[in-house]
């Protein structure tokens, strides 16, 4: 009788995080900070692309190496770290990740040589990635199924407002002072925050570690490669964030030259456009209820392309309102991607979230670097050029049209 009432009482301990209870709010406040530091540091060096150009006499498109170099390696990290969590823990994984992105972003101020700098970077996208790679998996398994909306879309809206954030300050920050004194904020920043997630987070209660072989356990992560609904949230992470990425990338640029002429710190301000990245997908996590999580990924699709349009007006109303449409649109559609990720997956769930985010981070690689000849030929139409990726996306919705 002893040992019947033991079980019951653990399975009922064992259940999954509802809003009604401390542990829910713990890993979503957790999240939410490491959420914030690591994009913040992602982030952070976009608007001083320009301070480097000048600083340290090299080219744009050299310069935005300080981002492809970084999420190069994030696309590294997210397969490995990705397969790990999966395999050994989630909680472990983010817990090593933030400390090594905080331990990283210290050493950067002190290199003064460029290709350090981005040798430094690419060992901090690795750091970097373990973060989103083990997350959504976590969510996925520890949250109530009915509540997990709720606990993704308040993360990614972090993902938003840390974005938001490295972007804003570091700008401003860097305007008033140096990119030094930037940087070393960010880091103070960044150790605050892992000492934070260290003592919140819980440890998973629904993980169990594989025994089975590691090629075994490889080829059934490999597998949602065959999905085709999960290869086409994969196709949308890269096409989406390749166009994001090309805008932002390259829109000091654009803001300091003619016919606008403009400090960096009025630059800065711009990227305020994210706070609607911030509230936008908890609504649409609320509205998904109704017509259906890929209805709404589609709408946020939508969006986004109406406010790149009105980015090619040159003129700073049309510019902001269109900055500010392209965060809300892109932040619905990703909320929007990642629930689907986790929906979809039965089985390693990081896996699968790491194969969306690996797609993600590939459009930001190919959205920095590789549209800088777009830019340095064609300037901000160049740039706006790869907007017609998009086009697929929509010959591909009406697979969707009855979800």
Same mark, same amino acid.
């Given at each position: 009788?002893?040992?019947?009432?033991?079980?019951?009482?653990?399975?009922?301990?064992?259940?999954?995080?509802?809003?009604?209870? &401390?542990?829910?709010? %713990?890993?979503?406040?957790?999240?939410?900070?490491?959420?914030?530091?690591?994009?913040?540091?992602?982030?952070?060096?976009?608007?001083?692309?320009?301070?480097?150009?000048?600083?340290?006499?090299?080219?744009? !498109?050299?310069?935005?190496? +300080?981002?492809?170099?970084?999420?190069?390696? $994030?696309?590294?990290?997210?397969?490995?770290?990705?397969?790990?969590?999966? #395999?050994?823990? %989630?909680?472990?994984?983010?817990?090593?990740?933030?400390?090594?992105? &905080?331990?990283?972003?210290?050493?950067?101020?002190?290199?003064?040589?460029?290709?350090? $700098? *981005?040798?430094?970077?690419?060992?901090?996208?690795?750091?970097?990635?373990?973060?989103?790679? =083990?997350?959504?998996?976590?969510?996925?398994?520890?949250?109530?199924? #009915?509540?997990?909306?709720?606990? $993704? !879309?308040?993360?990614?809206?972090?993902?938003?407002?840390?974005? $938001?954030?490295?972007?804003?300050?570091?700008?401003?920050?860097?305007? *008033?002072?140096?990119?030094?004194?930037?940087?070393?904020?960010?880091?103070?920043?960044?150790?605050?925050? =892992?000492?934070?997630?260290?003592?919140?987070?819980?440890?998973?209660?629904?993980?169990?570690?594989?025994?089975?072989?590691?090629?075994?356990?490889?080829?059934?992560?490999?597998?949602?490669?065959?999905?085709?609904?999960? +290869?086409?949230?994969?196709?949308?992470?890269? +096409?989406?964030?390749?166009?994001?990425? &090309?805008?932002?990338?390259?829109?000091?640029?654009?803001?300091?030259?003619?016919?606008?002429?403009?400090?960096?710190?009025?630059? =800065?301000? !711009?990227?305020?456009?994210?706070?609607?990245?911030?509230?936008?997908?908890?609504?649409?996590?609320?509205?998904?209820?109704?017509?259906?999580?890929?209805?709404?990924?589609?709408?946020?699709? !939508?969006?986004?392309?109406?406010?790149?349009?009105?980015?090619?007006?040159?003129?700073?109303?049309?510019?902001?309102?269109?900055?500010?449409?392209?965060?809300?649109?892109?932040?619905?559609?990703?909320?929007?991607?990642?629930?689907?990720?986790?929906?979809? =997956?039965?089985?390693? #769930?990081?896996?699968?979230?790491?194969?969306?985010?690996?797609?993600?981070?590939?459009?930001?690689?190919?959205?920095?670097?590789?549209?800088? %000849?777009?830019?340095?030929?064609?300037?901000?139409?160049?740039?706006?050029?790869? *907007?017609?990726?998009? *086009?697929?996306?929509?010959?591909?919705?009406?697979?969707?049209?009855?979800?």
């Amino acid at each position: 009788m002893k040992v019947v009432d033991t079980l019951e009482g653990t399975a009922e301990h064992h259940q999954p995080y509802t809003p009604s209870e &401390a542990g829910f709010w %713990r890993v979503t406040i957790a999240l939410m900070l490491a959420s914030l530091s690591i994009f913040s540091t992602l982030y952070v060096f976009q608007p001083l692309l320009p301070v480097f150009t000048t600083e340290l006499n090299i080219t744009a !498109t050299q310069s935005s190496l +300080l981002m492809s170099a970084c999420v190069t390696a $994030m696309v590294l990290g997210l397969f490995i770290l990705g397969f790990a969590a999966d #395999r050994y823990g %989630r909680a472990l994984v983010m817990r090593g990740s933030l400390v090594g992105t &905080a331990l990283s972003l210290i050493l950067i101020p002190m290199t003064p040589d460029f290709e350090w $700098m *981005v040798v430094l970077r690419f060992i901090q996208g690795f750091f970097l990635a373990g973060i989103p790679a =083990a997350a959504m998996g976590y969510l996925g398994e520890e949250v109530s199924f #009915r509540h997990i909306g709720l606990a $993704m !879309t308040l993360y990614i809206s972090s993902n938003a407002l840390g974005g $938001m954030g490295g972007r804003v300050l570091g700008g401003y920050l860097t305007d *008033v002072f140096d990119w030094q004194v930037t940087l070393w904020a960010f880091s103070v920043f960044g150790v605050v925050a =892992a000492v934070l997630f260290l003592r919140l987070f819980p440890q998973e209660r629904f993980f169990e570690k594989t025994e089975q072989n590691l090629i075994v356990d490889l080829k059934g992560m490999l597998i949602h490669l065959k999905s085709v609904p999960l +290869l086409v949230l994969f196709l949308l992470g890269i +096409l989406m964030q390749t166009v994001f990425t &090309a805008v932002w990338t390259y829109l000091p640029f654009y803001l300091e030259g003619d016919p606008f002429d403009w400090p960096l710190k009025w630059i =800065a301000f !711009t990227y305020f456009a994210y706070l609607f990245g911030v509230v936008a997908p908890p609504v649409a996590g609320r509205i998904s209820d109704q017509i259906g999580l890929k209805k709404m990924m589609f709408t946020g699709v !939508t969006i986004f392309l109406t406010g790149t349009a009105l980015t090619a007006v040159r003129e700073g109303w049309s510019i902001m309102i269109g900055l500010s449409l392209l965060c809300m649109g892109f932040f619905v559609a990703h909320s929007m991607a990642s629930a689907l990720v986790s929906k979809t =997956a039965t089985h390693h #769930r990081s896996g699968a979230s790491g194969f969306y985010l690996i797609s993600y981070y590939l459009g930001v690689a190919i959205g920095s670097t590789a549209v800088g %000849r777009l830019w340095e030929e064609f300037q901000w139409y160049g740039v706006l050029s790869v *907007v017609f990726l998009l *086009v697929f996306l929509y010959v591909l919705y009406p697979f969707y049209k009855d979800a």
